[in-house]
């Protein structure tokens, strides 16, 4: 029960462009919804996040877009960097029953 | 700095060999788990704890056993380990309040099971 999912796997940009990461789930209580950078060799870490409450939070570079009543979000990043290929998680928290639910991953390319 | 460790990084056992992962956050944090990730699922929640003492199964835990005496230490347990227990294992932490629910990942476990 994949209440999570990423359905790109992959995704491949030119340095400058704008990338878009894609997320949809299924679950309509969940609070919180999370982005993770991957790099190889390690942890995933944090990268931006969003209540459930707000459609848009821009950090940067980096924005995420919320959609509730097409259970969908979306992370933006202008301009892409080489250094941003990795592979991005997107992940979704219900406070109800502290829940942490994390999609499959899209691996980023950034090409120079 | 505030961080999450896990030891080892790399492990390769054989069938039927028990083994502990350790896991240890100096944040004060209440809330750790345990994932493991495999291609094409990605992090999976195999066990979890609120708190010292409270721990509670995630989706995957079949094969799998935790403890939580301390609060910054929450070792992970393959009693008999198997094959399809090879994966790529992250323990984290959280606090469980406040409005910034960032989780802290460790560097990973990555483990080979003949």
């Known amino acids: 029960d994949q209440q999570v999912k990423q359905n790109s796997p992959s995704l491949s940009v030119q340095e400058g462009r704008i990338s878009i990461l894609n997320c949809d789930y299924t679950?309509?209580?969940?609070?919180?919804f999370l982005w993770y950078k991957k790099y190889p060799a390690e942890g995933p870490t944090f990268l931006i996040s969003?209540?459930?409450?707000?459609d848009k939070n821009e950090d940067g570079r980096f924005t995420v877009f919320l959609n509730k009543s097409a259970k969908h979000l979306s992370l933006h990043i202008v301009p892409s960097q080489p250094g941003d290929s990795a592979v991005y998680f997107c992940?979704?928290?219900?406070?109800?029953?502290?829940?942490?639910?994390f999609g499959a991953g899209t691996r980023l390319t950034v090409k120079p | 700095e505030a961080q999450v460790t896990q030891n080892p990084r790399y492990l390769i056992t054989v069938t039927g060999k028990k083994l502990t992962v350790t896991c240890s956050q100096n944040?004060?944090?209440?809330?750790m788990s345990w994932y493991r990730q495999d291609p094409g699922l990605g992090l999976r929640q195999i066990y979890y704890?609120?708190?010292?003492?409270?721990?509670d199964k995630g989706d995957v835990p079949e094969g799998y056993k935790v403890s939580r005496k301390e609060k910054r230490n929450f070792p992970l347990i393959l009693e008999s380990p198997s094959p399809n227990q090879t994966s790529l294992y992250f323990c984290?932490?959280?606090?469980?309040?406040?409005?910034?629910?960032?989780?802290?990942f460790g560097p990973g476990t990555r483990l080979l099971v003949l």
């Open positions: 984290a932490s959280r606090r469980t309040s406040g409005i910034q629910e960032t989780q802290y």
């Open positions: 679950n309509s209580m969940f609070d919180y």
């Open positions: 969003i209540s459930s409450i707000k």
């Open positions: 992940a979704a928290i219900s406070y109800n029953n502290n829940d942490m639910r």
């Open positions: 944040m004060n944090h209440e809330y």
């Open positions: 704890s609120m708190n010292v003492e409270v721990t």
